[in-house]
Every structure is written in C-alpha cells, then in structure tokens.
C-alpha cells in the first residue's frame, strides 16, 4: 500500500485548508512522461471512483487509481521543509531508476 508521513499529511491538510475544498481528498497518481518514463501528479478532487483505492493519513484521504498503485505499491509520500530540500519527495522502492528532480522515474 501507499504511506504518507506525518509531515506530508500535515502540509497537504494545510494545503487543502486554504484551497477551500469542502470535501477534499489528495488523489495520487502514475502517468506517462518525465526525463525517466514515468511521473508522478498529485492534485485535489473531490470525486471518487469506484475503482479507486483510498488510503487514510493522519486524517487525510489518498486516493488512487488501480492502474497506479501498481507502479506506487510500498512508496511513501513525505514533506521536508528544511534547508537541504523542500518539498514533497517519493520514496518508491519499486522505482529502478530516477531523475535528478525526483518527479520521474522508471522501473
């Protein structure tokens, strides 16, 4: 399954609070593309499918497709907002090799 740290969940909650979604969830997703084949995309909804699965963080819903959990099964999402990095980072076991950016990779 996918994990979202505490931090990551933190920040999207945080996110979420100022977009001013009344129902919102995170949906997570793999598409085609990058410097590596395949890339990861994130965004906001508010509709879920019934071929979604949905993971729960720290009050958080992650929603996925089936098609992309393949290629996320064991990843975890996590947030740094220190000095060496900022921002959302994708810590996926699965990936055999990625770009320098940390968007893209490939397996």
Do not use: H
Request: include cysteine; glycine fraction near 12%.
């Amino acid at each position: 399954m996918v994990t979202v740290s505490e931090s990551a969940a933190k920040k999207l909650t945080s996110l979420i609070e100022e977009s001013g979604f009344k129902t919102p969830f995170v949906r997570v997703a793999v598409k085609g593309g990058g410097c590596s084949g395949l890339s990861y995309t994130m965004d906001f909804d508010d509709k879920i499918e019934p071929t979604d699965e949905v993971v729960q963080a720290d009050g958080l819903k992650v929603v996925i497709d089936r098609k992309s959990l393949l290629y996320l099964y064991g990843t975890q999402l996590t947030y740094s907002d220190g000095l060496n990095g900022k921002g959302f980072q994708w810590e996926n076991p699965n990936a055999s090799r990625t770009c320098g950016c940390g968007e893209s990779f490939s397996l």
